[in-house]
């Protein structure tokens, strides 16, 4: 007879769980990012996932107002949870803005919710990692940034990416200077030139653009830098004398340049890209993406760029910000897909076997000793079968076995089996099975 | 003319942020823990913010069911915010079982969402950190776990707390042997000792218990271990002989005791206490609470113990588990109030102050510099006044500030300012400007 009072286990379409591997590999790579945020300067903030509906929703587009997760709390207040970390962070500036120094550095590990349709690879939750320069309109900071992007996937062992640069002025430029006013439409019709080749998007641009410009707008617009930066910048110099915004676009890559391109990081990792645009309504500076040059189709794991009067909504000072988003979840999906995450379910090096529970004691003073030199390890809690422990070490990805029998009880000695190679050393003092395990 | 418009900024009563100061002591408490747990062979593991109600509302308290935070989603599903994470734990082991190797050892580190009255240090969001082991009956596991939370404190540089341990059967044969029915409301009564005296208690036992045996019940559930371990459990020994409860309770907190009273672990601030409770209708075995001698006012810091049949909501399988839970807010509160926290804003331990926007360029190759050698640096992003730069240095907390002015960008030679004393050296090579940074 079926038990029906049991509940089916399962998770909420769009969510999901994390294995122990998968975690794991998560914290590290959180770990590692976070000390590449906090060697530029860059601190932790902290902000609530559920916030009143009239701080977040003013802002989001109107797409993202139907994916909101908004209901009444039981104190009948209209709220919801947080759907990214920037309207947070202009709440958060304009609160604090009496107990803050400017410019105001901070990054954003966090979870952030929208209900749009399930589908591979998207998730009603996902974790963004944040990092933004609030208050200062030095081209410094969008100096400093594509240094984070670039310090961040360089610590996770990817070194084939490239940062796509643009400036949102560059492009508002070549169109006016183009007499094209739908830019949106212009930008959306050159996203497809992979799909539909040079010919079919000239044919669209003919909606667009008078025809007989279409060549020259078109060779424009999909320049990507592959010369040296100087000689690419001044190359290209002469639409300076265009419009205003063609001017200051390009002054301003100039500048942000002028700053990166003599430190040490790889100079090919960062190009420009006139077709950049990155979120039209928002960004009003230098812009960038970010592409694995190995999983060209996973899009840009790191965007951002410069945006104008962040906290507009809270307050009436003016304060631009300048920062970029990590996808920790497509980023991982990534590196799981480069080979570059490791494939353990633990953290302890070494687990130790007992072959009675009355060893049980002295294996874990073995195991605090252990600890105590840096090697971290676990404790099988029963008197089990050699070969089931020895499956449990295999299956979680311990290095070594230490195995505690009665010889070794009695003699405080060790056999250590190494879980790779399979080799099993017999009768090791403490100080000996340490110096290998330390190998 | 008041522009109102304007959005007041503000977090929902019981929700709060946390600034930079705050963040970062959170983040890094977060590091040693999880370090604490994995040198134990405990691994990570996510689950959703959001769950199906039917999945996580059977198993909570009449209390917690007020406090849900339970919606309708945009689909009409019934979904509620997770309000600990052991009810996720449960289905997570259910749902995941093929995939588990037994014993399972996972913590999780994640926020939880009650929507209890508002009051000073409750929050309605705050983070829990959990360990368990799940799927042994070996009391190995618990004299484990009151490692993991002795190795946490003792990480934490807190020297002064005590883990005060108990067993539920024992706690049930006291009762029984003198004919106590009512076992919550007893307790309920013990704990006011402090408030209302001996007497007072002495008074309100008589509804509960024969009066004539009222001060040998009150000795008994009164007594804290204050001597050796082995002496201790040699005095109550005789109480074995009451009930099957009582030699069951006894003997298995020997066998823990067996296991961790060789360690080098210091033995005094791990002790009996036959009055600890902890969530009666929810623990079996072994229980758990820990206090800071120096802050007994704010209740336990981490407490747990064995419960038996995790999953019976959603298996057949009759799975044990055994574990504890921080509570992190209130640990931090605890560490501020220790002074055990750092007072800095930043991990970086320098700032580089340029004179001039044209040595912006060259701050930015000698922060690479400086960072490559592990010295973590900002550069303020402007040509500001010394003062100015330096007076954000002072309240980030930055140890040095290396100052670029017109004779330090043509000679390649810094100034550098001690933070903490004020002391300045100048015409310093790069070299010896990172010697003295690093020393």
Known sequence: MADTSLIVPRTLSGFRDRLPKEAMAKEKLLQKLSSVFESFGFAPIETPHLEYADI?????????????????????????????????????????????DLPFKRF????VFR???????????????????????????????IQVIYASLA????????????????????????????????????????????????????????????????GIITMRQTIAIDEFLDSVA?????????????????????IIK?????????????????????????????TLNRLKNIGSVCSGGRY??????????????VGASIGLDRLLAALEELGLLQGRSTSARALIACMDSSYLGFAHKVAESLRRSGIYT??????????????????????YCLIIGENEFLSHTFTLKNMTTGMQLESLSFLRALEIMKE
Chains 1, 2 share one sequence.
């Open 115 to 145: 209900g749009e349709r399930a589908q591979r690879g998207r998730y009603r939750e996902f974790t963004q990692c944040d990092f933004d320069f609030i208050g200062s309109d030095s081209i410094a900071c969008d100096a400093e940034i």
């Open 378 to 399: 676990e404790v099988y809690p029963e008197a089990q079968k050699l070969k089931k422990q020895l499956t449990y070490a295999n299956n979680k990805g311990h290095e």
């Open 262 to 290: 003599d430190l040490e990081m790889d100079q090919s990792r960062c190009r420009v890209d006139f077709s950049i645009a990155r979120g039209l309504g928002y960004y009003t500076g230098i812009v960038y993406e970010t």
């Open 56 to 100: 977040l929703v003013k802002h989001g587009s109107d797409e993202i107002q139907k994916e909101l997760y908004r209901f009444k709390d039981h104190g009948g207040r209209d709220v919801v949870l947080r759907f990214d970390q920037t309207v947070p962070l202009a709440r958060f500036i304009s609160q604090y803005r009496n107990e803050l």
């Open 238 to 258: 002469y639409m300076k004398a265009w419009n205003d915004e063609l001017k200051k676009g390009l002054e301003e890559l100039e500048e942000m340049f002028s």
């Open 155 to 218: 610590t996770l062992n990817i070194d084939e990416f490239t940062i796509w640069v643009n400036h949102r002025s560059i492009l508002n430029g070549i169109c006016k200077h183009f007499g094209i006013t739908e830019i949106e439409r212009f930008l959306r019709t050159i996203d497809k030139l992979e799909k539909i080749g040079q010919e079919g998007v000239a044919k669209e641009l003919e909606e667009l653009v008078d025809s007989s410009k279409i060549s020259e707008v078109l």
């Open 308 to 321: 104008d009067n962040l906290t507009k909504s809270f307050s009436k000072e003016s304060l631009s910000g």
């Open 108 to 111: 954003a590990i966090g979870n």
